[in-house]
């Protein structure tokens, strides 16, 4: 049993994913709260003032576009690093979500500054519920690959 | 063009206020009409224009499909659909003589006329029928099985359409003849709920109709056996078409009086042979060479109803003779086809299908061309009972692609209709009630506003017509000040009208209104001077610098920029206008702050100065670099602590500084049949500063006067996400463009003049299990249903997107408000609310019965703009078809009972195909004809930005005859006759070169005068001596005191005034450089590089019968 480099990538994967775990739960929260806004005002109102309960999510939607870019990132990063420890399987396993990213972000909208949401276009409800969609999908991706790295680290420490 | 109508301020002046103080004026709520744009709007609130069931003119399927041509000499091509002008316009003063005598019988009372159906259902052939075959076995195969059906034979359901308009008309001397309706009255045989819960609290409320499908509750004076439910839902229809006799408004004309009718029945045929003599020489086709737009042989599907009439009539005159019969039995919808035994399949189907409604009548459309309705389409009336229809919004205001809402969204998708709302929600209105009061009554859960539609369970409880809670009426709402009367709160104006404005407390207000602040920003580069815009700009707003709305605190301010940005000090107590000179654009700041935005009051003078100079000071520039960003960024700066309008003047591609574009259009691609490039911005410049300008409340207007490619779709972006519009004049020079001239000038006056709401927002409410799905228009959606407008002005349309997401088993009827909340140039805070009540239909024949083929044809150009945006243009072009082919494929397989040959429409979406065809050869979206990038670009902006009315004109242009006006069916507007010809088809073969054709595409009229026009038309309207002495470029018809010119110019001004912006006109001959615009728009007839209407037809037919 000795500590690889492998053992080392499955580890920091494991982190990371929980970390992007972590970006989907809250990526899927600010999605939602854009959708349902009008649905149930009465029932905000009651219990805060709504204009700091309409801040608040407003921060919370900013954050949520604000991590599109470090989550790609990250997740750039441990494909990158799979590669180096020539974890073959997992690499292959990471591929489509790596094309799905950079294909994701070549085609946004035309921007300036780094991000993917298009204010405008944001609240047309194709795009919301493909948004919504698109964060359950990766939760699950996610959640899935965590514990697939879990395996793999215990299997490549254990076997090692 | 803008006439008195267009100029009412804020409501001010526009209807009565009511505030709870018992001591207001019990005036009633209508006032008479306005006039101009005003009287527009107001057949809208008329059932009768537009209803479904009855015909939707007489003489639409009149002519039938591609009848035979009977040996008559003049007949060389397809017989034109018999002229009847005076038909579906507004008769003023004079009744249509075509009236049936049966209508004419004005009973006492509504229980004798309904009494008299028996006598209606089959009624005595009036002397003319008698020559046609008409009268014979078709007449009572679709009249009987509604016999027992009372409302069927109700003269005033049967009656023709031309009772609809009669809007701007004073009531007749005569009271209406409420008899004639037959109906009861709303409230005293109330249609039953099913079952009416016990504590219903309803005095004289509509209680919400019957599903369609319901067994009929007997509608008083219904005699005999109920009948089939299927001609139940019919009735109902009939009946909410009708006008009820009680009601009291007088806004509508009453062309219905029945000694008119009766006096003016007799002379009818003699009128009609006359009309129809002519217009079938008329339309007599040129010479063969001229027909570019003939089919291309006879095509089987014409071939089959060939056989002969059995009578010898002319067949213009069997047409305009059948008008006689369909006018008391208004289902015998029957094409001018042959007799009973050689029925072609549509007919045959239908005769199958008697019970079907009128907007499902099942039409061939490879047998029947002449679909064209001879006026222009008038909305459908949703299926709902007459009391509720009564108080229904104006589909002017508020139009729903599908009137009868599908019950699940399986069932919208088995449609394949699009479901959306168009809406033109701050209209300028002639009448509009506006309440005054501390609480305006809202909905505790939804926050929707009390309206007609919501349901009063007590006399202190309302239930919610979109969320169905139950809230409590507040004290003071008891008190109704229309009746001054305590314990009514049913019979508030609020209660009352399904558009009513509010003036807003203080709760409305996130911070005081704002006073109204213009800000001009002018190009003033070589390019611009060049144009000679500015004087023409200068000059109107010297000359409506009193006609700017606002009050006392109203601030306007100038900036001018080429390389640099120009601010003008007009403080106050100088002697002259100060010019500031910043050099710096790269981090642009405002050099006074405080002085560059004055009071117009108080410094007017000096404003005035400076409009007199400005063209002045910049002649001899030499200066051609534009930065607009910069300039935008400093306006923004100056603008952002109060909000308001900025009106930018732009007349070349910006290339300096921030936001400076490259041109990227290849003028070699604009004629390519490829996908077009470069339809969506070029940078996120000019959307981030809309999105910054959108939350400081300011709009931006954008001008552009360019004859070069200026980027408009980078451009645009800045006032379509500010809620500004977008204005486009290409080619603009002062002297060699006279006809963009005078438009420029008029769209300035209108522009400046109009009504405007600062800080607006809009927001859109529907009944449970309805979503928001997408907006079209300008404006940023702030929230799933809340569109930020930080100004609002009357000519803004929008459509939106729906869709159903729970399933709506338990509703007969959904509710869509519309409020839109502003700050009025007064400073007042108001909130306009619409309020629209749809039937929701479980079959989906009754969702293509409710279909509204203009609407859904508005809303698929908004998609397909979007579409092409996103995806590609040839992507939008195949979903248009596509929408065309699902949409009838469903049809025949779902809803059609028989199958047979031939493409297949329901009667209310038989205009479809032509529609699609139509936004196919659009500007927007044709492929293959040269087309700059910025007009379509341009055409795209228009057809989401401009209400559904004008959107149209733009999609299917209007084809009027010239040469041959006349006063027969004309409208009277402030004693101008106003005359009606029909609307021609788009095709060369309605063309003849003895005649002249008024083609009007909404932005431009063409008037094209072929190489023989008559020499009395020459003369007389166009004070030329022959058709050579046409001069190439006119523009202006010549105002000649003869009666011709008289009534030609009275109609184009007419045509003019009824929209918010100019059309230039220009007038054409064969050889004119603007001939091939005119031809483009000849949407039936094949092009180098798109198909004509026939073969579209047949290619949507191949499709289907896949």
Same mark, same amino acid.
């Given at each position: ?7 080392? !990538? ?34 905000? !109102? ?32 441990? !494909? ?81 | ?40 709007? $107001? ?5 009768? $224009? ?44 004079? #009744? ?105 609290? $309803? ?48 806004? +509508? ?11 003016? @029945? ?51 005159? $069997? ?16 094409? @001018? ?18 019970? %079907? ?65 168009? #809406? ?14 501390? %609480? ?60 009513? +404005? ?19 920003? #002018? ?15 200068? &000059? ?15 601030? /306007? ?168 519009? /977008? ?49 079209? @228009? ?22 939106? &997107? ?56 508005? #809303? ?53 195909? =032509? ?120 523009? =202006? ?46 949407? +039936? ?22």
């Amino acid at each position: 049993m000795a500590f690889t480099f492998a053992a080392f !990538c499955y580890m920091l994967a494991l982190l990371l994913t929980a970390a992007l775990i972590f970006f989907a739960i809250w990526h899927i929260i600010a999605f939602d709260e854009l959708k349902t806004d009008y649905k149930n005002p009465i029932d905000q !109102c009651n219990t805060l003032n709504p204009t700091i309960e309409k801040v608040k999510k407003i921060k919370r939607v900013k954050i949520a576009i604000k991590l599109v870019l470090p989550e790609y990132l990250i997740h750039f990063f441990f !494909c990158v690093m799979f590669l180096c420890a020539a974890e073959w399987l997992t690499l292959v396993l990471n591929l489509p979500l790596l094309a799905y990213h950079v294909w994701r972000y070549t085609s946004r909208p035309v921007m300036s500054c780094p991000g993917l949401y298009d204010p405008t276009t944001i609240m047309n409800a194709d795009i919301l519920a493909y948004c919504q969609k698109e964060g359950w999908c990766k939760l699950a991706f996610y959640l899935l690959s965590f514990f697939y790295y879990l395996y793999g680290m215990i299997y490549v420490l254990v076997s090692s | 063009m803008s006439t008195a109508g267009f100029n009412s301020q804020n409501g001010t002046g526009t209807g009565q206020t009511y505030t709870n103080g018992p001591s207001q004026n019990p005036v009633a709520l209508q006032q008479p009409p306005g006039v101009g744009y005003g009287m527009n709007h $107001q057949p809208a609130y008329n059932p009768m $224009q537009t209803k479904v069931l009855g015909p939707p003119s007489p003489a639409l399927y009149a002519s039938g499909p591609y009848q035979p041509v009977p040996p008559g000499p003049q007949l060389g091509s397809y017989p034109p659909p018999p002229a009847q002008p005076l038909l579906t316009r507004p008769p003023i003063g004079v #009744l249509p003589s075509h009236t049936p005598p049966q209508s004419a019988s004005p009973g006492p009372g509504p229980r004798q006329a309904q009494a008299t159906p028996p006598a209606q259902a089959t009624p005595p052939p009036p002397a003319v029928t008698s020559t046609s075959y008409y009268t014979g076995p078709p007449a009572w195969q679709y009249a009987a099985p509604r016999g027992p059906a009372p409302n069927h034979v109700n003269p005033a359901a049967a009656a023709p359409p031309h009772m609809s308009h009669g809007s701007a008309q004073p009531p007749g001397p005569g009271a209406p003849p409420t008899s004639i309706h037959g109906y009861p009255q709303p409230g005293t045989a109330p249609p039953p709920m099913n079952p009416p819960p016990p504590h219903t609290y $309803q005095p004289n409320r509509p209680a919400y109709g019957p599903p369609p499908t319901a067994p009929p509750a007997g509608p008083p004076g219904a005699t005999g056996t109920p009948p089939p439910p299927k001609v139940d839902a019919q009735s109902w229809g009939a009946a909410s078409s009708a006008r009820p006799p009680t009601e009291p408004d007088t806004q +509508e004309g009453d062309v219905e009086c029945p000694g008119d009718v009766a006096g003016n @029945g007799p002379q009818a045929p003699n009128s009609y042979n006359h009309v129809d003599n002519r217009m079938a020489g008329a339309a007599q086709p040129g010479p063969p060479g001229r027909h570019l737009g003939h089919y291309p042989s006879l095509p089987p599907g014409y071939q089959n109803t060939l056989a002969p009439p059995p009578s010898s009539l002319h067949p213009a005159l $069997q047409a305009a003779t059948q008008p006689y019969i369909q006018g008391p039995q208004p289902y015998q919808q029957q094409p @001018g086809g042959p007799g009973p035994d050689q029925l072609s399949p549509s007919m045959a189907a239908m005769s199958l299908q008697s019970g %079907t409604p009128e907007a499902l009548r099942v039409v061939n459309l490879l047998q029947e061309r002449n679909l064209l309705p001879p006026a222009p389409v008038p909305a459908p009336t949703p299926c709902l009972t007459q009391d509720l229809q009564k108080l229904n919004c104006s589909p002017e205001v508020f139009r729903c692609t599908l009137t009868s809402i599908p019950q699940t969204q399986s069932l919208l998708n088995k449609a394949k209709l699009p479901l959306g709302l168009l #809406l033109h929600p701050f209209k300028d209105l002639s009448q509009l009630p506006v309440v005054t009061s501390s %609480t305006i009554v809202r909905c505790r859960s939804c926050r929707t506003y009390i309206n007609p539609f919501v349901s009063f369970l007590d006399q202190r409880r309302w239930k919610c017509n979109l969320c169905y809670r139950v809230n409590d009426v507040p004290e003071e709402f008891m008190y109704n000040p229309v009746s001054r009367s305590y314990g009514e709160p049913h019979k508030r104006p609020e209660v009352q009208n399904a558009t009513i +404005e509010f003036i807003a407390p203080s709760e409305y207000m996130l911070r005081p209104p704002q006073p109204a602040v213009y800000l001009f920003v #002018l190009d003033v580069s070589h390019n611009a001077v060049e144009t000679g815009y500015l004087s023409v700009f200068c &000059q109107s707003l010297l000359d409506n610098i009193n006609a700017l709305p606002g009050d006392s605190r109203t601030k /306007v301010g100038f900036i001018t920029f080429d390389s640099t940005i120009h601010f003008y000090n007009l403080q106050e107590g100088l002697s002259q206008p100060q010019m500031l000179i910043v050099s710096d654009i790269e981090d642009i700041f405002l050099p006074t702050p405080d002085s560059l935005l004055v009071n117009l009051n108080e410094c007017k003078e000096l404003v005035q100065d400076l409009l007199k100079s400005l063209p002045n000071l910049f002649e001899k520039t030499m200066e051609t670099q534009s930065a607009l960003g910069s300039a935008l960024q400093a306006a923004f700066k100056l603008l952002s602590p109060t909000g308001g309008r900025m009106s930018v003047f732009q007349t070349q591609l910006p290339n300096l500084g921030v936001g400076a574009l490259q041109s990227r259009e290849d003028p070699n691609q604009r004629a390519s049949a490829k996908d077009v490039q470069h339809l969506s911005p070029a940078t996120d410049f000019y959307k981030k500063l809309a999105l910054d300008c959108s939350g400081q409340q300011v709009a931006v207007d954008l001008f552009l006067l360019s004859a070069q490619y200026c980027d408009l779709a980078s451009l645009g972006c800045i006032s379509r996400f500010s809620a500004g519009s /977008v204005y486009y004049y290409p080619s603009y020079h002062h002297q060699h463009n006279p006809a963009q001239v005078e438009r420029f000038q008029r769209d300035l006056k209108r522009y400046l003049t109009r009504k405007i709401g600062f800080e607006a927002v809009m927001r859109i409410r529907c009944t449970k299990g309805l979503s928001i799905h997408t907006f079209h @228009g300008n404006f940023f959606v702030r929230s799933t249903d809340l569109l930020s407008l930080p100004n609002v002005n009357p000519d803004a349309g929008f459509a939106v &997107q729906m869709s159903i997401e729970e399933n709506l088993d338990d509703m007969q009827v959904v509710s869509f408000q519309a409020a839109l909340l502003y700050t009025s140039s007064k400073g007042e805070r108001r909130i306009r609310v619409h309020t629209m009540c749809l039937p929701v239909v479980s079959s989906l024949s009754d969702v293509f019965a409710g279909a509204d083929v203009q609407a859904v044809t508005g #809303l698929l150009a908004c998609m397909a703009v979007d579409r092409s945006v996103t995806s590609s243009l040839s992507d939008a072009r195949d979903a248009m078809t596509n929408a065309a082919i699902d949409s009838l494929s469903s049809y025949r397989q779902s809803a059609l009972t028989i199958q047979q040959p031939g493409l297949l429409a329901p009667a209310c979406l038989r205009l479809f195909p =032509l529609y699609i065809l139509a936004l196919l050869k659009q500007k927007a979206f044709r492929t293959g004809t040269s087309t700059r990038l910025d007009e379509r670009v341009f055409a795209m902006y228009q057809l989401k930005y401009q209400p559904l009315a004008f959107a149209m004109l733009m999609i299917h242009p209007a084809l009027y005859r010239l040469d041959d006006l006349s006063d027969e069916g004309a409208l009277n507007i402030n004693e101008r006759t106003i005359p009606q010809p029909r609307v021609l088809q788009l095709s060369v073969e309605k063309l003849s070169r003895e005649g002249a054709f008024l083609m009007d595409a909404g932005l431009v009229m063409y008037l094209w005068i072929g190489r023989n026009c008559h020499q009395n038309f020459l003369s007389q309207v166009l004070g030329v001596s022959s058709y050579a002495a046409v001069p190439e470029k006119l523009c =202006l018809l010549p105002e000649l005191d003869t009666a011709e010119s008289q009534r030609t110019r009275a109609l184009v001004s007419w045509l003019r005034d009824q929209r918010p912006f100019f059309p230039s006109l220009h007038i054409i001959r064969d050889e004119s450089q603007l001939k091939p615009h005119f031809m483009q728009n000849m949407i +039936e007839d094949r092009t180098e590089s798109a198909l004509s209407y026939y073969e579209f037809l047949l290619h949507l037919q191949q499709q289907i019968s896949k």
